[in-house]
């Protein structure tokens, strides 16, 4: 399912995505109701919503604090927002432990940065994590802000966002519904299908006691491109479809050195025509570190850099070289990442992100190589098959995304059907991972490439 082109002319991006969101800022700054809700999916601009938000409450003469969820969020909505309105005093809460922020924050004269949130006071705009948020007592302020902004909402757990509720009166929630849930160190069983079930995120119970608060979504991803949105929108957005922001002739990858024929080779040309690339290994059960297709993504990584890749997009007219930063390596399991590097290193690679779909969440690089989560596995977990896991893997890519796996994913699916206990009262994720893993197997087929290595 796809957006359609408004009735009598053809689908402008830039429009779509100018009129949602000034009916995000509508409903935030004229709006009766406590909070708005944002979805939007990967690349869609929550960042720019979150600057431009709070730029415009701040204007309005609203102070306001920020929520996010890691301290590298933090920083970089800071230095967004110096960037954008040098001017515009903003201050820094951060934790007592050692190195707690980016120290480029010390350079910016409008930034103040303390562990205290009364040396804060009077600040338009004030940003913390939800962490820090927690330790701040509204005996402590002289008053709750009258605004808040909660960015990447669905990454915060419902027991966070209990515990800084106290802090404001009404609030914006931005986040991306189809990325990993929040994490839990404890099982939460004991609350499934409850309201206030604390593992739940923060939006889910939200909207579960204030159905009526505005819903709004972004429309369009200024990341994935025209050759990538349809999978994702259709595999992990059913019900809230979007669009490329770019056409297929905005973007190309190209490559100085010809293909010598092998099959990363030849999986990279395919990702750089079709924006899309399986490099499948033959089928056999292995170890989680299986050092086949660990070595298999080093192999692709390398040939990347040694063929001396360009990108050309709407940012930049001219070929950009695709440098090891302009990479990443994506995995489910932390071992694997370490596997990864290693093999890289072997190969003389430095400077490539290689790191876990929790950790990729948010950032962008112009090629990915993912390590598919169930390749080579015996079993189907439900930690495999979590759909937000397997969508942020195949959504961090400007130009091209390489998937390496190994054969027989499809009939392990078949072989393993969703066996999780239905509870009363939990809202079934859909699509589930199950289903999002065949339709994304589906596409992948049309780009494989099978490979043995030697």
């Known amino acids: 399912m796809q957006l359609a082109p408004p009735a009598g002319g053809t689908f402008d991006p830039g429009a779509e ?26 690349g869609a601009g929550k960042s720019t919503l979150v600057v431009r938000a709070a730029r415009e409450l701040a204007a309005a003469g609203r102070p306001l604090m920020v ?44 930034v103040r940065t303390s562990t205290k949130a009364g040396d804060l006071a009077g600040l338009d705009v004030v940003i913390s994590t939800a962490a820090k948020w927690a330790h701040v007592k509204v005996d402590q302020l002289d008053a709750p802000w009258g605004h808040a902004i909660v960015d990447e909402a669905y990454q915060m757990r419902s027991d966070a966002l209990l515990a800084v509720a106290g802090l404001f009166e009404r609030a914006l ?61 259709d595999a992990f957005y059913p019900y809230t479809p979007f669009r490329s922001g770019t056409g297929h002739e905005d973007r190309a990858l190209t490559f100085g050195v010809p293909s010598d024929g092998s099959g990363p080779d030849e999986v990279i040309d395919e990702a750089a025509r079709a924006g899309w690339g399986l490099l499948e290994l033959p089928a056999r059960n292995t170890p989680r570190t299986d050092p086949e297709a660990v070595r298999a993504v080093a192999l692709v990584v390398r040939r990347l850099l040694d063929r001396g890749g360009a990108a050309t997009s709407e940012r930049a007219p001219d070929p950009t070289p695709l440098t090891a930063d302009r990479i990443a390596v994506g995995t489910a399991h932390r071992d694997q990442a370490a596997a990864v590097r290693a093999a890289l290193a072997d ?10 779909a929790n950790r990729l969440q948010g950032r962008e690089y112009d090629v990915t190589v993912v390590l598919h989560p169930l390749s080579g596995r015996p079993d189907a977990t439900a930690f495999h098959l979590e759909t937000g896991r397997l969508c942020v893997l195949t959504s961090r890519h400007r130009h091209a995304c390489v998937v ?32 999002a893993n065949h339709a994304v197997l589906a596409r992948l087929s049309e780009h494989r490439v099978s490979w043995r290595p030697r």
């Open 17 to 42: 995505a100018a009129r949602a969101t000034d009916a995000i800022l509508h409903d935030t700054l004229h709006g009766t109701h406590r909070g708005v809700v944002v979805d939007s999916p990967p």
């Open 67 to 110: 929520i996010a969820q890691t301290n590298a969020q933090v920083d970089d909505l800071v230095l967004r927002l110096a960037e954008k309105d040098p001017e515009l005093p903003v201050g820094r809460l951060h934790s007592s432990d050692p190195d707690p922020y980016d120290k480029a924050l010390d350079d910016l004269p409008s």
């Open 173 to 233: 929630f931005v986040g991306d519904p189809g990325q990993l849930d929040p994490f839990s160190i404890v099982g939460a069983e004991q609350w499934a299908g409850l309201s206030y079930d604390p593992s739940a995120s923060a939006v889910s119970t939200l909207l579960a006691h204030n159905p009526e608060l505005p819903q709004h979504r972004l429309p369009v991803s200024w990341r994935l491109p025209a050759s990538a949105a349809p999978l994702v929108s």
């Open 347 to 356: 190969l003389g690679v430095t400077d490539v992100t290689v790191d876990t």
């Open 404 to 435: 390496v796996c190994r054969a027989g994913v499809s009939d392990l699916l078949d072989d393993h059907p969703s066996t999780e206990p239905v509870q009363l009262g939990v809202t079934v994720k859909f699509p589930d991972g199950w289903e």
